[in-house]
């Protein structure tokens, strides 16, 4: 199968189409060695020596996610915590990064604290202006911007193909976090990102039941060769089972995907306008700010992922926000995204002092139920919490 002629929904659903010669099975057979046998004339033609650093369990996933996103390579790691930060220590101490105020709040926590205390210089920014990011790039002393678009859990937009030339204008990597986005809705390589990351536990897995990351790299080079030793020295190395059932689950993606947008766009087109709902945030909606960035670099739907903000009533909006995620009975009152079951959490209590989630801010995974059930849900709970 040419991942460059062959829709993205054929490669994820047939999974690129490979097969196992040995036994001529569709799905590949579970590879648990952790060791290989070294050659009588003591080489390793085979290419692998020991499963930190490869593992043939990786091969197959790990081509599916890369002819997805159109990259180099992709390497599998055992979180997306553990892929994003090898992006960060593929670094040196003393570099200097941008990354945004609005991102995945325990990427931010280790930024401020474990990168900083090695030595990277962290600037946190308001991503979405591409002045702020201008004014705050250090050419010559900047070697990554990273950017997740669209951004938890106020799904802020960043325009990637502005921010990779200014980054790239002033000698930088560009990153970008597209666990939310997906690579079906958007291609952050094709727009001049240099690596895209995935918390693969989310859509990518989608069943709740893998925690994974992704990094893609755009093309070989000595960085990208630093990341890889990340990856085999630090051992973030993913579990063999773990990429087994990673790559069943993409087989799934482009549907899982599809219907999630399907879902998250009819419930913020109800809740706009709500009386009992103060704000939707989600760029699918037109009065949202990040609306003509995302239609611009979004292909097939705006995503999955959609906040409220509750109306206070009586009792105020914080108060409001966790009575009505205690009240619902489909959504489940948990954190992650990206399963194919909803689920609803009150942000702010999650991620503590610093957050930029307002109080009365809930964050929602859209599943792949019927949205007509969630939108009833939503509605008896916030009934419920204003009665
Ligand atoms: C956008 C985003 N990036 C990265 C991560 C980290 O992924 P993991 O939990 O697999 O380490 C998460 C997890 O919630 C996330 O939502």
Redesign the pocket.
């Known amino acids: 199968m040419d991942p460059k002629t062959t829709h993205p929904d054929t490669i994820a659903a047939q999974a690129l189409g490979w097969i196992d010669e040995a036994t001529r099975a569709i799905t590949p057979p579970l590879h648990v060695s952790t060791t290989y046998l070294r050659d009588p004339d003591n080489q390793y033609r085979s290419g692998r020596v020991y499963a930190r650093a490869d593992n043939p369990a990786f091969d197959q996933a790990e081509a599916v996610i890369n002819a997805l996103e159109g990259g180099h390579q992709a390497l599998l790691f055992a979180?997306?915590?553990?892929?994003?930060t090898a992006v960060f220590q593929a670094l040196a101490p003393g570099d200097h990064v941008l990354a945004p105020k609005v991102?995945?709040w325990?990427?931010r926590n280790w930024l401020m604290t474990f990168a900083t205390q090695w030595g990277l210089q962290v600037e946190l920014i308001d991503m979405t202006s591409p002045a702020a990011v201008q004014a705050a790039l250090k050419p010559g002393k900047t070697k990554l911007v990273w950017v997740?678009t669209p951004?938890?859990p106020l799904w802020t937009v960043t325009d990637i193909a502005a921010t990779a030339k200014l980054a790239h204008d002033a000698g930088a990597l560009l990153a970008v976090?597209s666990?939310?986005a997906t690579p079906l809705l958007t291609r952050p390589l094709a727009l001049g990102a240099d690596i895209v990351?995935?918390?693969?536990?989310?859509y990518l897995n989608g069943h709740s039941d893998v925690?994974?990351?992704a990094l893609v790299g755009r093309q070989d080079s000595d960085y990208w060769q630093r990341v890889r030793k990340v990856r085999a020295q630090l051992g973030g190395t993913l579990g063999s089972f773990e990429a087994w059932l990673l790559l069943r689950g993409l087989r799934t993606l482009h549907l899982r995907v599809r219907a999630a947008c399907a879902g998250a766009q009819r419930i913020a087109e109800h809740f706009h306008g709500h009386p009992h709902v103060a704000e939707v945030l989600y760029p699918g909606l037109p009065s949202s700010p990040g609306h003509a960035v995302s239609k611009a670099q979004m292909c097939g739907g705006f995503g999955g992922m959609l906040s409220i903000r509750v109306a206070g009533g009586a009792k105020g909006g914080e108060a409001a926000a966790i009575a009505v995620a205690a009240n619902t009975q489909l959504w489940k009152r948990a954190?992650?995204?990206?399963g194919t079951e909803s689920l609803i959490e009150h942000r702010a209590s999650v991620e503590g002092v610093g957050t930029p989630a307002p109080p009365d801010l809930l964050r929602l995974s859209v599943g792949i139920e019927d949205a007509g059930n969630l939108i009833a849900d939503l509605e008896q709970a916030l009934a419920a919490a204003h009665a």
């Not at 979180?79 to 994003?84: D, E, I, L, N, T």
């Open positions: 979180s997306g915590m553990a892929a994003a991102m995945y325990s990427l997740e951004a938890n976090d666990t939310v990351m995935h918390a693969a536990t989310k925690i994974a990351g954190t992650s995204l990206g």
